[in-house]
């Protein structure tokens, strides 16, 4: 590889906001062919930092062995803002590319509204089971070096919330301990079909980076964090300030997409209680 191409790669690994900046001022198929040269893993940030139209015009136009890997290796909330923007008959290809745990997520944050916390929530969080040992818990945390997680979620029956455990509870804990013993079950967990706007003042956020995102039945779906929390809220306001939102039509539309969000997470939630749960 020529020195300039290396140059040219290290621009985009290390600024990527700046590297998105200057790509979306070319032509989408200019900036796309040049794109679809990239490894996956240094272009995904270069997307997630870029505008959400442009992202999704370069995902249209990438192909799509490449469209899926980038997908793969990009922030998941940043992945579904731009896949909203893609033609769906377009997303049905991608989504046959991606591996079937992710096409089974995006898919499930795709039904719902944008301006929800499910159309938010990182849904690869595991969880646990209330007999689960500290001592499990940390060599599971261990595993997970390379993408750490603030805290473990602790489920009972059926998938339903029970509470979290810290990392600095666990290390403070006796190693043959239950995760029901050393549970903060007092943390409020958000429902998926909440707006955005409700949920800034449960009282969780004081304690906690992310908060358990449960279904009609209590069961846990995933996590929001704060910082998704944040891009969720930001692309609400744009969407409400654009002249199609202030429209009676776009606040029918809004409505009725949410009514029948929660009829698919009816079903939806039924098929969740079924997964297994991790020990």
């Known amino acids: 590889m020529s020195k300039s191409a290396l140059l ?17 001022a070319l032509d989408t198929e200019d900036a796309a062919a040049f794109l679809d040269d990239v490894p996956a893993r240094i272009c995904a940030p270069v997307l997630s930092a870029a505008l959400p139209w442009a992202a999704a015009a370069w995902i249209e136009q990438l192909s799509p062995g490449h469209a899926a890997a980038v997908l793969s290796s990009m922030d998941f909330a940043d992945a579904v803002t731009a896949l ?16 079937s745990t992710l096409a089974r997520s995006l898919k499930r944050s795709l039904t719902y509204p944008s301006i929800t916390v499910g159309a938010w ?66 943390v409020t967990p958000l429902s998926s079909r909440s707006l955005l706007a409700t949920v800034l003042e449960n009282p969780s956020w004081d304690s906690y980076a992310s908060v358990p995102v449960v279904g009609r039945k209590d069961n846990v779906l995933g996590s929001l964090t704060r910082s998704n929390l944040k891009k969720g809220l930001r692309n609400t306001d744009i969407a409400r300030n654009s002249d199609y939102a202030q429209s009676i039509p776009a606040q029918l539309l809004t409505g009725y997409l949410a009514v029948v969000s929660g009829l698919l997470q009816m079903l939806l939630d039924d098929s969740a209680n079924k997964q297994p749960t991790t020990k």
């Open 8 to 24: 040219t790669l290290g621009f985009l690994e290390f600024h990527p906001g700046d590297a998105a900046d200057a790509l979306e």
């Open 84 to 99: 909203r923007l893609v033609p769906d008959a377009h997303t049905q290809v991608l989504l046959g590319e991606v591996s």
């Open 121 to 186: 929530m990182d849904q690869s969080i595991p969880t646990f089971s209330e007999d689960t040992t500290v001592a499990e818990g940390l060599k599971y945390l261990k595993s997970r070096r390379r993408r750490p997680i603030p805290h473990l979620t602790v489920v009972g029956a059926a998938k339903r919330f029970a509470g979290i455990v810290s990392t600095s509870e666990l290390l403070r804990s006796a190693s043959s301990i239950p995760l029901s013993q050393i549970m903060d079950a007092s």
